[in-house]
């Protein structure tokens, strides 16, 4: 089996789920890309943020500290986002915890 046959096979396999387990396994690729996405845009604002308050000296121009904050910490940020179900909990519990007990 070549690889064009192998493609034409996944997209047949997927295909031949159900239309809730395709949506199902669409949501989860799409929560992926957005949870990288998301948190590459945060890491790079706090990367600029840092640099504009002279606080990265390695760092020579913006660009550069923005695309550090992207790569910076990729690994855990995407093996997060496979995972993210199952820490959503611990991610949450916090604030709301927070939330129901203010600072008196």
Sequence with gaps: MNSTDKQYYEVYLYN???KSKQILI?????????????SSYVNSKNKLIKYR?????????????VKFGASEKFI???LKSLIWPITLCSDIIPAVVLALNPKK
Excluded at 26 to 38: C, D, F, G, P, V
Excluded at 53 to 65: G, P, T
């Design 16 to 18: 031949e789920l159900s």
């Design 26 to 38: 669409t949501s989860y690729i799409a929560s992926i890309l957005m949870y990288n996405l998301y």
């Design 53 to 65: 308050n002279n606080e990265l000296s390695e760092i020579k121009n913006e660009w550069h500290a």
């Design 76 to 78: 855990s940020r995407f």
